[in-house]
Structure formats: structure tokens, C-alpha cells
Nanobody, 120 residues
Framework: QVQLVESGGGLVQAGGSLRLSCAAS????????MGWFRQAPGKEREFVAV??????RYADSVQGRFTISRDNAKNTVYLQMNSLKPEDTAVYYC???????????????WGQGTQVTVSS
């Protein structure tokens, strides 16, 4: 069992930065791939980034602006978001699951989400 708690969301102007954190409980954190997804109002949840033992993958919409990282000693995964745009506004969720997957149904554990709002 893994429990995930996100933090770090908030309101930021376009062009600004935020760093999201996802703290995980459980001794098996390091065995999971960790992903970030987001859901904007009226839209389906979409893949943002995933980090595995071999590296990271990103959605085309955030490539070059967002960076995912993890600290297994702290059971925490991060999402550094730079050059934020109004279209990045969404609830951001971290998830633990199948290595390398960009599909939300491959993830077993989910956090409660943290709101990110980017003003123009």
C-alpha cells in the first residue's frame, strides 16, 4: 500500500514557476514508477510526466518547461514547472504504478491532487 500527498500548488502569473511535491508513505516507494497527471475543468485527465529507473518522459506540451525528479531517501517525487502558461491551469495529481506508462489506468495509487492556477 502506498499513500501519496501532493503539495506546492497555488496561483502564479504566466511565465512564473512552481514546484510540486508528492510525499509517499510505504517502504516500497522506490519500486514504483512515479507519474504526474493533470485535469483541467471540463477536460479529461492527461499525462504530464513519469520517472522510472531509466529516465523520464514528458508530454509534448510540457517538454522543456517541466522537470520530474525523485528522492528515494525522502520518498518524494517533484515536478518543477517553469515558464508556466494559462493552459497549464489544472489539478495536478501524482501517481505510483507501472514503469514508464503514460496511461492513467496503469497507475495503482493516486494522491488527492493540488490546484495550479496560472493567470495571464
Amino acid at each position: 500500500q502506498v499513500q501519496l500527498v501532493e503539495s506546492g500548488g497555488g496561483l502564479v502569473q504566466a511565465g512564473g514557476s512552481l514546484r510540486l511535491s508528492c510525499a509517499a508513505s510505504g517502504r516500497t516507494f522506490s519500486s514504483y514508477a512515479m507519474g504526474w497527471f493533470r485535469q483541467a475543468p471540463g477536460k479529461e485527465r492527461e499525462f504530464v510526466a513519469v520517472i522510472t529507473w531509466t529516465g523520464a518522459r514528458y508530454a509534448d506540451s510540457v517538454q522543456g518547461r517541466f522537470t520530474i525528479s525523485r528522492d528515494n531517501a525522502k520518498n518524494t517525487v517533484y515536478l518543477q514547472m517553469n515558464s508556466l502558461k494559462p493552459e497549464d491551469t489544472a489539478v495536478y495529481y501524482c501517481a505510483a504504478g507501472r514503469p514508464g506508462s503514460t496511461w492513467d489506468y496503469d497507475y495503482t495509487y493516486w494522491g488527492q491532487g493540488t490546484q495550479v492556477t496560472v493567470s495571464s
